[in-house]
């Protein structure tokens, strides 16, 4: 019985937990792209990049950890976004966690494309604006609620 693309994602992220550099690269085309921010080289194409960026990653952290929180297999059975939360411990032991998205695209039975998706708030000059005008928001309203009493 052929595994399904949902099933090879989760056997790709446990892979990478093990830190088994063959077994993940077996997961993927010989052109596949992976984009993750997380990486000095965020977009990273075919094996010799691929595999450059994950053992820089194997040696920047002394253990992957990835909770499945849902899986969203895709209408038509060649993409699945995984919803996960991160279970990392960075060298010196401290934990790394984080709500992150997982889109694997496939090809046939291989990863074709995997790009991370992370859930935070938006750096540089939009950053700054919108949190101005969050703290003004909050202003407005608590000195609304002392003019009222």
């Known amino acids: 019985m052929t ?3 949902t099933e090879l994602a989760i056997r790709l992220l446990e892979s990478v937990e093990e830190k088994d550099i063959d077994r993940v690269m077996a997961f993927f085309t ?3 792209v992976f984009i993750d921010p997380h990486y000095p080289n965020v977009r990273m194409q075919g094996y010799t990049e691929i595999s450059e960026g994950l053992r820089w990653s194997f040696k920047s952290l002394k253990k992957f950890g990835f909770e499945i929180i849902n899986t969203y297999p ?27 998205l997982f889109l694997f695209e496939f090809e046939d039975e291989y990863v074709k494309s995997l790009q991370a998706y992370v859930q935070y708030e938006p ?5 700054l604006i919108l949190k101005v005008t969050r703290l003004w928001g909050h ?4 000195k609304s609620s002392l003019q009222q009493k």
Do not use: C, Y
């Not at 995984?82 to 966690?97: D, K």
């Not at 202003?139 to 608590?142: A, M, W």
């Open 139 to 142: 202003l407005r309203v608590h």
């Open 74 to 100: 895709a209408a038509d059975g060649k993409s699945v976004v995984i919803s996960i939360r991160t279970a990392h411990e960075r060298l010196h032991g401290q934990p790394l966690n984080f709500p992150q």
């Open 30 to 32: 010989e052109d596949a």
């Open 3 to 5: 595994e399904t693309n």
């Open 123 to 127: 750096h540089g000059m939009l950053g």
